[in-house]
């Protein structure tokens, strides 16, 4: 099969690290390296100088979830670098088992059986999330009253009543007596039940009587 780009690489990131593989001529023959390195900053500027020490032009990745992203946007300004699609990649026939993700996608680069998917320039990446930030402060002003979160409202999560509304919660007004009104003249027993008086209880047996 023709090769069609000499110096190219295929990555296969993951949340913690990323497989970087590398497939550049070396005599009559390609040569064909693997290594590991962090998606931190200080593994993905590692991985730019390794990348450019090797003189790749085109850089390869899946795109799995968001951990594309800041590989992509550090990658993008030194190399060529392509966005694939995990179906098309699947779709390619003549894949073995014991290959490496990362060094099937740098062979799928190197003989162009890929085609990348679109990725906005960073203005235009820019002006989205202006544009999506914009939107979600107008949903938020525009939200009515009673469907806003509780705490928008003025009371926290845990159901104590705001200022000025009574109750035994740390919004009670100061000195405001939270326990409830009890009549004139009579004893406050506050929630529990009032024992009655033996000369104040009916006479049950006054009833049988009758």
């Not at 699609?85 to 003549?94: C, E, I, L, Q």
């Not at 009574?166 to 004139?184: H, Q």
Request: proline fraction near 8%; include cysteine; glycine fraction near 10%.
């Amino acid at each position: 099969m023709d090769t069609l780009i000499e110096r190219c690489a295929g990555l296969d990131i993951g949340k913690a690290d990323l497989k970087a593989c590398i497939r550049v001529p070396s005599g009559r023959r390609r040569r064909q390296e693997i290594r590991t390195f962090a998606t931190t900053t200080p593994g993905l500027l590692e991985l730019r100088d390794w990348l450019t020490a090797n003189d790749v032009t085109v850089v390869g990745m899946e795109a799995t979830g968001a951990y594309w992203k800041p590989v992509y946007y550090l990658l993008e300004d030194a190399f060529e670098v392509q966005l694939l699609n995990a179906r098309h990649m699947r779709n390619v026939p003549g894949r073995k088992t014991d290959v490496a993700d990362s060094a099937w996608i740098a062979q799928l680069i190197e003989h162009g059986l890929v085609r990348p998917g679109f990725v906005p320039p960073p203005r235009v990446r820019r002006l989205r999330d202006l544009t999506r930030y914009r939107t979600t402060l107008v949903q938020e002003r525009t939200t009515p009253w009673g469907l806003r979160p509780r705490d928008d409202r003025g009371a926290d999560r845990r159901g104590t009543r705001p200022a000025g509304t009574g109750g035994t919660g740390p919004g009670t007004d100061a000195g405001e007596d939270p326990r409830p009104a009890r009549c004139p003249g009579r004893p406050f027993h506050g929630t529990s039940r009032v024992s009655l008086s033996r000369d104040d209880r009916p006479d049950r047996r006054r009833h049988r009587d009758r």
